[in-house]
């Protein structure tokens, strides 16, 4: 199974993104879906997690503007990410542990400038 993420590009500060992360096939026993960024010079953080009993947590930088969620229907976990500020940009990665193993996806690039 694979991971692909999209949805990053450029935007405007106080713009908004939704990046999808799609699994090439379905992935049972799923017990922790997030999503990490690395911006330039810094190390890779973890930014919003889902949990499989649906908890979620979100980096301090970020609550209140992005929003985890899934579609378990189209093995997708999705990041709406709103009111963006220039520090938010980063190339962001999902991330997918289950029982059988540890996913990652590419990365996509966020740019959040004027």
């Known amino acids: 199974v694979q991971l692909q993420a999209s949805g990053g590009g450029l935007v405007q500060p106080g713009g908004s993104l939704r990046l999808s992360c799609a699994a090439s096939?379905?992935?049972?026993?799923?017990?922790?879906m997030g999503w990490y960024r690395q911006g330039p010079g810094k190390q890779r953080e973890m930014v919003a997690a889902l949990r499989s009993a649906g908890t979620t947590n979100y980096a301090d930088s970020v609550k209140g503007r992005f929003t985890i969620s899934r579609d378990n229907a189209k093995n997708t976990v999705y990041l709406q990410m709103n009111s963006l500020k220039p520090e938010d940009t980063a190339v962001y990665y999902c991330n997918v542990i289950a029982t059988a193993g540890n996913y990652w996806g590419q990365g996509t690039q966020v740019t959040v400038s004027s």
């Open positions: 096939g379905s992935i049972s026993s799923v017990n922790f």
